[in-house]
């Protein structure tokens, strides 16, 4: 385990709008407003053909294949995430989001592109004097945090 310390600055309350990219809302909003790391918790729809990475096809295997699942139609959408910059100081949501629709729910990452449908509500904590970054890291390609 590896750790450090921060503080908690700005709390900003955020309304995502149909058709926005979430991964891209936030990390545009969080250069827009300064902040450089935070955590989030969001809820509202996501909109059919939103894209989840649900896993490594190989949890184990010296490449990692992810794999990805496209939602069929509108669902209900719940996630929470961090907020670091990257090796460029450009900030990085990493948000795991869980989708569902009558019985069936889909729980993944949201980098390759969660849309919203007509609403999506965020809760950024702003975190400050922390010096964490997300680095790449060549045994697993993934860009790990490293809390400073």
Request: net charge negative; with cysteine.
């Amino acid at each position: 385990m590896q750790y450090s310390e921060a503080g908690i600055g700005r709390v900003f309350v955020i309304r995502l709008e149909d058709g926005d990219i979430v991964h891209e809302a936030i990390e545009g909003f969080a250069v827009e407003q300064g902040i450089r790391a935070g955590a989030l918790i969001m809820l509202g729809g996501a909109d059919k053909d939103s894209r989840l990475v649900v896993g490594p096809e190989d949890g184990r295997a010296h490449s990692i294949i992810p794999m990805t699942r496209m939602l069929e139609d509108v669902s209900e959408a719940a996630g929470t995430g961090t907020l670091f910059p990257d090796e460029n100081g450009r900030p990085v949501l990493h948000m795991h989001m869980a989708c569902g629709r009558e019985e069936k729910t889909v729980t993944g990452c949201v980098r390759t592109g969660v849309k919203v449908w007509q609403i999506m509500e965020a809760i950024l904590i702003e975190l400050t004097n922390t010096e964490a970054v997300r680095k790449h890291d060549p045994y697993t390609g993934f860009a790990l945090l490293r809390p400073a």
